[in-house]
């Protein structure tokens, strides 16, 4: 690992999905060019997921 951590400067959030899920994405630079980039989708559900929908 560097020494450098990870450090992330910007992110939005986006909540217009069809889905109705809301999505993050996080960039270690303005521009989202540097690597690396999350990007996360969360969901909501009435019942709980199971490990083989997760995989």
């Known amino acids: 690992m560097s020494d450098?951590?990870?450090a992330f400067e910007e992110w939005?959030?986006?909540r217009d999905g069809k889905d109705g899920g809301v999505d993050i994405i996080a960039y270690r630079d303005p521009l989202g060019t540097e690597s690396p980039r999350?990007?996360?989708q969360?969901?909501?559900r009435e019942?709980?997921?199971n490990v083989q929908e997760l995989r």
Do not use: E, W
């Open 47 to 49: 019942t709980p997921a």
């Open 38 to 40: 999350i990007k996360i």
């Open 42 to 44: 969360i969901k909501h």
């Open 12 to 14: 939005g959030v986006f």
């Open 4 to 6: 450098q951590g990870c």
